[in-house]
């Protein structure tokens, strides 16, 4: 029986003994009143009310319903509740309080998150069939198909066993059962509330243990679906049974706050009200204490607190164009902390939720006030998350299904459809256990973009690696690099909110992961595929085969090695000509010009001129020194010696590769180098001769051809050097 409650009639939750604090109220759309649950358990002794009528004890789930759902019909509620009475009838919560009290509760708790009716039926219903003779069967005959299932999937969390060894595929299952209908969820987080809220006459150690429980997994699970409204008042319970002495601290931070005589929230709140006004701009203007878990986060950044610090401004408007209007005119009118803002409106949070943050300095002390902007349905779904969504199973609207398919369907936002799939590939048990906690533990997400425009959803800390099997799955394994905002990167790569990454993929079907990825891998998905894979394939120590080439490469190389054995020949000078009768020409190496590149002269020692691409830094340094310049053309021979940087993933037989590549072009080469590989990444060198330099574009494209080449350029003008 899910009966863990103390005085139902205390108005707010019961810390622990030793304290003797009241947390605050959960947040309200309204100034609803607090209900009293003693008053509803005399109602419910009294039995079922008249036939078609509504009974008193649900007059106030009626009330809260209508407010977001005028049209609703309630006699599905009033069926719901006669059952449930009849059938808890006789039943006590340990308060001593009649047992339908806590069912009211919990439906109360959704009505007030706009929750729909369907919802709000399998609420009442959600312990008969556990704690009562009612079946399964009799609940779907009286209310139908999705009641009796939400029920069932709320019935079976019910019967998780929260002991350490029963964790792992108990909570699995509760991810399967919010994978297939999140109202299940719904349900299962207002009844964890209530029972929160009401946890005081259990033992100290239950109450710790239900607390730390609720902390890791339920509030996760309450932030991803986005209730944020069931999220904090959570927070709060938790905060005070399992930190009381910071509690009770928070407690009296904000006693003082109240006693002071300004408050510079509501001295802004009246500007921006007055700011907007004059700019004809219709909206609300509220201001919004922060809840203890918060105020207590911000103390620890700030010391001692200022008046500002206690809350934040939300601004409610009616349209979305209205909420940049808004923010224009705060920017224009105020002054703005431009560091302090994001935009949630135009790249929405992995939770469905949306809104403008900003904030603006008092001119008067320099106090920061932080402000939301945000729709009035935008304010819906911040509190309400998928419970305002409605029933998932109706048919879309035509807004609805041309959305984003990370935000569409809301029995599968993006995240859970991630974790569902990894959990099924998790090899055991514990595996499973242990990502799930880390992936809840992750209270922040990311949004990166690729380059064709979509998106991909991540948590923050997220690298290369998480990227590529988010977006390729299983073919991520043939992942060899990434772009990240255009510029070469390495898989370990940590990922910021906004990036675009390029995921630069092999086309070997039966490229291996390497080990080093799992340090770098941050989401299940990235780390089970990996695992998976590495498991069915064990690691073999790499035997170079017997015919390689000497210049084979593999992605461990201790050091670098030159594709021929002998010295490389002197560079031989090249067809130029320097107004200068009788002095030789020698090529510059530091930037190897080739036609038809624009080249300058300098005389050096010997009788020697040196010619250098324009652009190399090493021409204002002699000019600098006073080193006059000797004018330097091409002549007619298109032969050209030129030295190429390529830059590569490691792999077997690469530098035979592209030797082969470069043959085929028709260039020689003079000399090559390859460094040691760095974090799987290297870097060669050559220098080729070309018997016509229009043929040099062409190498180029044909060396970044070759597999695990991402990059080839010229070799940069040096800074140092002649």
């Known amino acids: 029986m899910n009966a863990e409650a103390v005085n139902p009639a205390s108005p707010g939750p019961v810390p622990p003994a030793t304290t003797g604090a009241v947390a605050p109220a959960a947040p309200r759309r309204k100034a609803r009143p607090r209900i009293d649950l003693r008053r509803l358990g005399r109602a419910a002794l009294l039995g079922s009310a008249a036939r078609g009528r509504l009974p008193d004890a649900i007059g106030h789930v009626a009330e809260a319903h209508r407010a977001h759902h005028a049209d609703a019909d309630l006699d599905p509620l009033r069926r719901a509740y006669v059952l449930a009475e009849s059938s808890h009838r006789g039943q006590m919560r340990k308060s001593g309080e009649p047992y339908i009290t806590h069912p009211l509760a919990v439906t109360l708790i959704l009505a007030e998150l706009g929750a729909e009716t369907t919802t709000l039926t399998a609420s009442l219903l959600h312990d008969t069939v556990e704690d009562t003779d009612v079946t399964l069967d009799q609940v779907g005959e009286q209310f139908g198909a999705e009641v009796r299932y939400l029920v069932d999937g709320v019935t079976k969390l019910e019967k998780v066993d929260y002991g350490a060894a029963a964790e792992p595929e108990t909570f699995r299952k509760m991810l399967l059962a919010t994978g297939n209908d999140v109202r299940v969820m719904s349900i299962k987080l207002a009844d964890r509330l209530h029972n929160m809220r009401t946890l005081g006459v259990m033992r100290q150690e239950k109450q710790e243990r239900i607390a730390k429980v609720t902390r890791d997994v339920l509030i996760p699970l309450a932030e991803r679906l986005g209730v944020q409204a069931l999220k904090s008042e959570l927070e709060d319970l938790v905060f005070a049974v399992l930190h009381p002495d910071e509690y009770a601290h928070t407690q009296e931070l904000v006693a003082e706050n109240a006693a002071r005589a300004d408050d510079p929230l509501a001295e802004v709140a ?156 998790a090899p055991d048990p514990d595996t499973f256990w242990s990502t799930l906690r880390e992936d809840l533990a992750q209270d922040r997400e990311i949004t ?268 940069r003008p040096q800074t140092t050097g002649v």
């Open 448 to 715: 990166v973009f690729r380059p064709d425009g979509g998106t991909l959803g991540l948590p923050e800390g997220a690298t290369c690696v998480d990227a590529a099997y988010a977006q390729y799955g299983e073919d991520a394994h043939a992942a060899m690099g990434a772009r990240v905002n255009g510029r070469l990167a390495t898989m370990s790569t940590v990922l910021r909110d906004g990036d675009t990454v390029q995921l630069l993929m092999g086309q070997d079907p039966a490229s291996e992961p390497s080990r080093e990825w799992l340090e770098h891998a941050r989401t299940p998905a990235a780390r089970i595929a990996i695992q998976r894979r590495l498991a069915a394939r064990p690691a073999q120590a790499p035997a170079e085969p017997e015919d390689a080439p000497r210049g084979s490469l593999t992605g461990d190389a201790p050091a670098a090695r030159p594709a021929s054995d002998g010295p490389a020949p002197r560079p031989a000078s090249a067809d130029v000509l320097a107004d200068r009768p009788g002095a030789s020409v020698r090529l510059a190496g530091c930037c190897t010009p080739v036609p038809p590149d624009e080249i300058t002269g300098f005389a050096v020692r010997g009788g020697v001129v040196t010619v250098h691409r324009a652009e190399c830094a090493v021409v204002d340094r002699m000019k600098g020194a006073g080193r006059p310049e000797v004018g330097v053309r091409w002549g007619e021979s298109t032969q050209c010696r030129v030295t190429l940087l390529a830059e590569s993933f490691g792999r077997p037989h690469l530098l035979a590769d592209l030797t082969e590549a470069m043959a085929v072009e028709g260039a020689e080469i003079v000399s090559a180098t390859v460094e040691p590989p760095d974090r799987q990444r290297v870097r060669h060198t050559y220098t080729v001769l070309l018997p016509d330099a229009a043929r040099l574009p062409g190498l180029m494209r044909a060396m970044r051809e070759v597999p695990g080449v991402y990059d080839v350029s010229r070799a």
């Open 270 to 425: 009246e500007d921006v009200r007055k700011v907007l006004r004059e700019a004809d701009i219709t909206a609300e203007v509220l201001i919004r204490p922060r809840h203890f878990v918060s105020l207590h986060r911000v103390s620890r950044k700030r010391d001692p607190l200022r008046g500002a610090d206690f809350g934040r401004l939300l601004v409610l408007v009616q349209e979305d164009a209205d909420c940049y209007a808004v923010l224009g005119e705060l920017h224009t009118c105020m002054t703005p902390v431009v560091s302090e803002f994001k935009d949630f409106i135009a790249v929405p949070k992995f939770n469905l939720y949306q809104s403008l943050h900003t904030a603006v300095a008092r001119p008067q002390d320099g106090q920061v006030v932080e402000v939301l902007v945000r729709t009035h349905q935008m304010h819906k779904v911040a509190e309400a998350g998928v419970v305002a969504l409605g029933n998932p199973y109706a048919q879309p609207s035509e807004d609805q299904s041309a959305g984003d398919g990370e935000r569409v369907d809301p029995t599968r936002p993006g995240w859970l459809s991630r974790l569902l799939d990894w959990q099924r590939g």
